[in-house]
């Protein structure tokens, strides 16, 4: 996409690649193999990574709904985000898929969803099996890093970008569970423009599908309307202290921020720049903050 010289304008984001529609069929076709749904979302946006075609993929099947890198949100944000979700009638399951927290209570949720199916496949007379489960969400959310912590080593493909498992993969875990690794998918098309900038700032969909400077911008802004949330996390006076200017946004919106940063850091170069601010929010080195709150 060609960079913005005009910021305000936003570009929308594409992002629908070629793999992805591949992974789509494929999943399609394996739908029917699986008793189970462990539908994987990002902590940091738990509705920009729901899916919609899940109610579609779930339909006469168990679902386990998965809020994965709970590490990157404050304490605060998890409990208003935990209380909503059951609030909905979900039973969200927090894990870090990174350090392996919250891995053995989600497997014993797996197990105990393995144990109903068996218990009513031998009153049908048939043979018990293990559980089939496949991960599901988007790219990026730690579908294979979850995979590799339940299985205890690493088993599975897991990068810091998104579109890293390219081809589905039966895994299996002990005795008692079948996993399926699957790429991560993205709606066809997403109506939602702030959603996917979301998507963006979290590294959920290739970097080829937008434009950073224009990202960094708008993230700029969200930091701004979010200070006023003490649960998303954003500390006070946070860009002044990380980046040496403040955002007074009634002296200067955040494209000439951007800027003015840009000429302290990085000669001028607000690519550069924007990389780096992006970056640094997701290595988590602006704090643990929630881009979403409900
Ligand atoms: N901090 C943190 N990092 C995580 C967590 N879970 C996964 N990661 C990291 O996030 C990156 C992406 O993880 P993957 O497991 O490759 O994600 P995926 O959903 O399989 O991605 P695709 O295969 O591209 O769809 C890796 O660098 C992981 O180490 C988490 O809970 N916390
Ligand atoms: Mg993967």
Redesign the pocket.
């Given at each position: 996409m060609a960079r913005a010289n005009n910021p305000v304008s936003n570009p929308t984001i594409q992002w629908y690649p070629g793999h992805i529609a591949k992974a789509e069929k494929q999943l399609q076709k394996n739908l029917n193999k699986v008793d189970l749904v462990i539908e994987?979302r990002d902590?940091r946006i738990p509705l920009a990574t729901a899916h919609p075609d899940l109610i579609r993929w779930t339909k006469g099947k168990q679902h386990l709904l998965v809020v994965?890198?709970?590490?990157?949100i404050s304490l605060n944000a998890r409990k208003e985000w935990d209380e909503w979700l059951r609030r909905k009638g979900l039973t969200p399951w927090w894990?870090?898929?990174?350090?392996g927290?919250g891995i053995k209570q989600l497997q014993q949720a797996i197990i105990r969803s393995g144990s109903q199916l068996n218990e009513r496949r031998v009153l049908r007379g048939m043979r018990p099996r293990p559980v089939r489960a496949l991960?599901i969400?988007?790219?990026?959310?730690?579908?294979?890093?979850?995979?590799?912590r339940l299985v205890r080593q690493k088993a599975?493909?897991?990068?810091?970008?998104?579109?890293?498992?390219?081809t589905l993969r039966w895994i299996r875990v002990g005795q008692d569970i079948d996993l399926l690794?699957?790429?991560?998918?993205l709606p066809t098309r997403l109506n939602d423009q702030h959603s996917a900038l979301l998507l963006a700032l979290c590294?959920d969909i290739g970097q080829a599908a937008y434009d950073i400077e224009t990202v960094a911008i708008s993230f700029i802004n969200i930091l701004k309307q979010l200070e006023d949330k003490p649960s998303a996390g954003v500390k006070s006076c946070l860009l002044e202290k990380k980046y040496g200017i403040a955002l007074e946004t009634e002296k200067m919106g955040a494209f000439h921020w951007l800027n003015a940063v840009s000429k302290i850091h990085t000669s001028s170069d607000r690519v550069r720049m924007s990389q780096r601010i992006v970056d640094d929010y997701r290595r988590?080195s602006l704090g643990l903050i929630a881009l979403e709150l409900p």
């Open positions: 994987v902590a994965n890198r709970l590490d990157m894990c870090n898929a990174k350090q927290t991960t969400g988007f790219p990026n959310v730690g579908k294979s890093a979850l995979i590799n599975v493909a897991s990068e810091r970008r998104a579109g890293v498992t390219r690794d699957a790429p991560g998918v590294n988590t």
